[in-house]
């Protein structure tokens, strides 16, 4: 990846110039169904973009309960786009029941009108949750009824896939935008991308300049990504492997409850009993051994695996972790991270 990217062709992609990313773009166009792709620096920017894009100032947005643009984007969504959330439904996913319940007309005197409902895929602080299919077509069906857009925040989209076995098109297709990362489990340093029809591009190019994300030279950043989707996709299934691995050991033990087999992607969402460590504690005592992981919660853990960490490295953390877990409660730590 690091070779490709200092091979790369570059160009000014202010003035849509720089060939690499416009390859990128096309790619990602292509893979996910849509007729285009606009690169961004980060997921949030890309998040806040759509927002922005899809919604009016005061509107409301539908999002599942714990989802990213609510709870890790420092607030950005009323700050950006002035919207308000309704989280609905439990464990990361929503019914189109819920979401019909949760409508709230637009241009009413009284209501702020519902114009966007967005399904994050896998979900991050559900636990690497995958959305049912037959549900988000079922949501975004209604959302057309209704007039409301849909939006897929698939910063983890790629996992969703390899994980139920669909193509990213399948995951992609019920929505009308869709952003996707090249981080994360594909391992590229950074890029998050919006994917959707055409005419919605003016508008999303003008709110990435808005937010300070028109970058220049950044062919670098679009050889990763395309030596990331050629490299790093079909095997995430590994990660989840991993994943659920951890969730094996852990669920040993006699301090965390986790129920293994909900645990299908790269992520591990444990949580603790009340008579042993908090989870400060077990995310400080890992750490001076080597295992990193966050605190979301006092009892609740997440572990992320990836590319960078072997089988006998989740092997050798998950022993370590259920060490830890298992080991008296101690006086409580801080400073745990929770992104
Ligand atoms: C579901 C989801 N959306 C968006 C993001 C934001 O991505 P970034 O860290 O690139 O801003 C994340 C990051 O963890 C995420 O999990």
């Not at 949030?44 to 709870?71: C, F, K, N």
Request: proline content about 4%.
């Amino acid at each position: 990846m690091v070779a490709a990217m200092a091979a790369a062709e570059v160009g000014d992609d202010q003035y849509g110039e720089d060939p690499t990313i416009n390859r990128l773009q096309d790619r990602v166009a292509e893979l996910l169904g849509k007729e285009m792709a606009l690169w961004f620096p980060t997921g949030t920017m890309a998040d806040q973009v759509a927002l922005r894009a899809l919604t009016r100032p005061g509107d409301d947005v539908i999002v599942s309960r714990e989802s990213h643009v609510v709870w890790h984007e420092v607030g950005g969504g009323a700050v950006n786009a002035g919207v308000q959330f309704t989280e609905i439904g439990t464990a990361g996913v929503f019914t189109a029941a819920q979401f019909i319940a949760a409508i709230k007309p637009q241009d009413h005197f009284l209501y702020p009108g519902t114009s966007l409902v967005s399904v994050e895929d896998t979900h991050n602080r559900a636990g690497g949750v995958v959305f049912p299919a037959a549900e988000a077509s079922a949501i975004c069906e209604a959302a057309r009824e209704h007039g409301i857009n849909s939006f897929l925040d698939g910063a983890r989209l790629w996992n969703a896939a390899v994980a139920s076995g669909r193509s990213p098109m399948a995951v992609a297709s019920p929505f009308d935008l869709v952003s996707v990362a090249m981080s994360k489990g594909l391992g590229a340093p950074g890029g998050s991308l919006l994917a959707g029809p055409r005419d919605l591009l003016p508008r999303l190019r003008r709110f990435r300049r808005m937010s300070g994300g028109a970058m220049r030279q950044i062919g670098s950043f679009g050889a990763a990504g395309l030596y990331a989707l050629e490299h790093n996709l079909d095997r995430l299934a590994e990660d989840h492997a991993n994943a659920r691995h951890i969730a094996d050991v852990l669920a040993g033990t006699r301090n965390a409850r986790i129920d293994p087999t909900t645990v299908r992607t790269n992520v591990v969402v444990c949580h603790l009993r009340e008579d042993g460590p908090d989870a400060a504690m077990v995310v400080a005592r890992a750490r001076e051994r080597g295992v990193l992981l966050n605190a979301l919660g006092p009892r609740t853990l997440r572990a992320v695996t990836h590319l960078d960490v072997s089988r006998e490295a989740c092997d050798r953390a998950a022993g370590l972790l259920a060490m830890v877990i298992d080991a008296g409660p101690g006086r409580a730590a801080s400073g745990a991270r929770s992104d």
